[in-house]
């Protein structure tokens, strides 16, 4: 068993994370996430000051073959404090390459995901499936170290299921391999999203490692991540499907950590702007067609994260109206009318 790490020092004292030779300046990570964590979103959390953002899950074989969606999804541009791109596949030769085409595309930190639940990911014998094969695992963690000068990190689970609960085993063997920091998400792959996340259960994975240990699951604030770090013994809390709609979350919450202000949610002129900000840059991204395309979906998160309308029926109602327009001035104009002038016209 490897030496335990000293006790944490209080919250305050605590600037950020040091991985490898990256300084991660807080303790507050934004998950990799499959068409939401795409670069107009990343630059503008980042701009709210979230430290980590990390891109969209890059399928390594199709990153190799320069397939132009997947390329897009390791985007990277100006307005970031750290580049992190996540690599997912089944193949040691391929997750090598994504990881040197990583390395050339900028990245600070390589992210290595043996976490994701999605069937069509573990069908492939991908992301939460190489928790059932743990050489496998043991065989892509060391090609992928071994490509790229980078730090290289891994995002797993507990486990494939209650009956597998192996993320201490893996993490001990990744820190064998040379990976720098682990996150785990608070559930088993067979739990999906389902229940609440087991943060006590991460605490094994803290006993077993010294590296940067990150805890994912079910932060939402700062009671949250004070519980889950708490309950741990983590360095650093990851969200995920908090930040839906709330582009603003993770700035939020390491300020409250930091004692620098109370957690607060932005008001209705923020938030509009913030919305307004985020599907320009989808626009400038994409094109008009498929920026509005695939903007829709922050726009429906963010209708149903702002406590206007009041109730969730008139939240739907306004949801499902503006998603199907189909100019970007449209939907400016009929957001503007959702939030502001009802409030304007009772002042």
Not at 192 to 219: K, M, S
Request: some cysteine; overall charge neutral.
């Amino acid at each position: 068993m490897p030496p335990q790490p000293e006790a944490a020092p209080p919250e305050s004292a605590l600037p950020g994370v040091r991985i490898g030779d990256v300084l991660v300046p807080g303790r507050v990570f934004v998950a990799p996430m499959t068409g939401v964590s795409d670069l107009p979103f990343r630059r503008l959390a980042a701009r709210l000051g979230a430290p980590y953002v990390a891109t969209e899950m890059v399928a390594s074989a199709e990153f190799a073959r320069g397939r132009p969606d997947v390329v897009r999804r390791a985007a990277v541009g100006e307005g970031l404090p750290l580049t992190v791109i996540q690599l997912v596949g089944a193949d040691p030769l391929a997750m090598a390459e994504g990881a040197r085409l990583a390395e050339r595309a900028g990245a600070d930190l390589i992210d290595l995901n043996f976490g994701c639940p999605a069937k069509e990911v573990t069908g492939a014998a991908c992301g939460s499936a190489l928790m059932r094969d743990l050489e496998q695992a043991r065989r892509i963690i060391g090609a992928a170290v071994a490509a790229t000068s980078r730090p290289v990190t891994l995002k797993m689970r507990l486990g494939w299921d209650e009956a597998s609960r192996n993320a201490p085993a893996l993490a001990e063997a990744a820190q064998a391999l040379g990976v720098q920091a682990i996150t785990v998400h608070g559930r088993t792959r067979a739990q999906f999203y389902r229940g609440v996340a087991d943060w006590a259960a991460v605490r094994e994975v803290r006993q077993a490692i010294r590296l940067p240990l990150v805890v994912n699951g079910d932060v939402t604030d700062a009671e949250s991540a004070r519980a889950a770090l708490a309950a741990s013994g983590a360095d650093a809390v990851m969200i995920g499907r908090g930040v839906y709609g709330r582009p603003w979350l993770a700035a939020a919450i390491q300020q409250a950590l930091d004692g620098r202000q109370p957690f607060a949610e932005p008001g209705p002129d923020e938030r509009l702007g913030l919305v307004l900000d985020h599907l320009a840059e989808s626009l400038r991204f994409y094109g008009e067609g498929l920026g509005l395309k695939v903007f829709r979906k922050h726009l429906a998160w963010a209708i149903e994260a702002a406590p206007w309308p009041a109730s969730a029926e008139a939240r739907r109602a306004a949801r499902a109206r503006l998603c199907r327009l189909e100019q970007a001035s449209q939907v400016q104009a009929a957001l503007t009318a959702l939030w502001l002038e009802p409030e304007r016209l009772a002042a």
